[in-house]
């Protein structure tokens, strides 16, 4: 992977912050350039409106690519200080504009937004010390039916390639196996069960539509017959939803009015409860909410969000921000929270005997002396 991908990709750039760096618009979008080590270099980078980049760092003296700094091994002091000063501007220039996409590759991404949308489910990433290998689950029971990994063309199509590309992983059924491994862009599984998962490189060679068309069905394997036969009558579940203090002030919203709207995933229903982790600064579980009304009809979409429909959820307790901050969470198997997802068992049971007990002190306080 190119040093200019490791840091400035999986990023989406904000115009505004582009725009306060010090970027100047240009007909294609957006350009950067800074000296650095003694004007001996120039650090050059591109951003596109359609949020592709490009990023260079210039000999001066040549006018040329320094290609030193991208060769593996090359150990010299001064070519190391180079590249360490190059990389210090295009870090500080994706922590300022940047803010981080699940995964590296745009249909990788596309089809993270086409799940969530479609179940409500986002990527966790359950392997140590490993941020890029992502997995899909089933909310409801926790058990996979896709599995993102990060890995070089040569692993799956067994050859010397070492370009970066990203897989999906899917389980399929016996006929639709042997069916698609005769398609273009299909392939046997990569890292998992041969004889019934597949495997497809997200390089565009197979459209999202038909990606969807199959991860529901992996995904359909994962509903077990029980499950089935409860969906005929909606049983009220909890919840965990994000909520980001920088895009919307969920404080400000639930100071005005206890009731406010939310957008919904397919999977809610109405006196479902949901717990509302709010992002950093706060980093924690804030709200214990019921939803109220679904299926509220609702067209919205920018760069942070899309929506289709909407529900309306009423606050029903304020949690400290300190009492479960998300180092708490992780005790609790829950390392990250980028969508709707289940409670695990303990946490809800933590979270609701905090609410019981308090509730018991504010009955106590309230009732009249003897």
């Known amino acids: 992977m190119q040093l200019e991908d490791q840091v400035l990709g999986q990023r989406i750039f904000r115009e505004a912050a582009l725009m306060a760096y010090g970027f100047e618009k240009t007909a294609s979008g957006y350009r950067f350039s800074q000296l650095f080590c003694d004007n001996a270099f120039r650090a050059e980078v591109e951003i596109g409106r359609d949020g592709h980049f490009r990023a260079r760092c ?33 870090s500080s220039i994706s922590e300022a504009c940047g803010d981080k996409l699940p995964f590296l590759k745009a249909q990788t991404n596309r089809l993270a937004s086409l799940f969530f949308e479609k179940f409500g489910e986002s990527a966790d990433f359950p392997f140590k010390n490993d941020e890029v290998d992502g997995v899909f689950r089933n909310a409801e029971n926790r058990k996979w039916y896709a599995l993102v990994m990060r890995l070089t063309r040569g692993k799956v199509e067994k050859t010397d390639s070492d370009e970066i590309i990203e897989v999906i992983s ?26 019934t998962w597949l495997t497809v490189i997200l390089d565009d060679t197979v459209d999202d539509a038909e990606i969807l068309k199959y991860i529901e069905k992996s995904r359909a394997f994962t509903v077990g017959k029980a499950q089935v036969q409860k969906r005929g009558s909606v049983e009220h579940k909890a919840w965990l939803i994000p909520a980001n203090c920088h895009y919307y002030d969920v404080d400000k919203a639930f100071d005005a009015r206890d009731v406010i709207e939310w957008k919904q995933s397919s999977l809610m229903h109405v006196g479902d409860i949901v717990y509302m982790y709010i992002s950093s600064p706060i980093s924690a579980i804030t709200y214990q909410c019921e939803v109220v009304e679904t299926d509220i009809p609702f067209e919205y979409e920018d760069k942070n969000i899309k929506i289709h429909k909407e529900m309306r959820i009423k606050k029903l307790y304020r949690f400290a921000d300190d009492a479960y901050p998300l180092e708490r969470l992780k005790t609790f198997g829950v390392n990250s929270i980028r969508g709707p997802r289940g409670v695990p068992d303990a946490l809800l049971k933590a979270m609701e005997a905090d609410i019981a007990r308090e509730s018991k002190k504010v009955r106590y306080k309230g009732r009249p002396k003897k």
């Open 58 to 90: 210039i000999d001066c003296e040549t006018e040329d690519v320094y290609m030193p700094i991208y060769i593996h091994g090359h150990g010299g002091t001064f070519v190391a200080t180079v590249r360490a000063e190059y990389l210090k501007i295009l």
């Open 170 to 195: 899917f389980k399929a059924s016996a006929e639709d196996h042997a069916f698609l491994l005769k398609k273009r862009g299909f392939l046997p599984a990569y890292h998992m069960g041969k004889s």
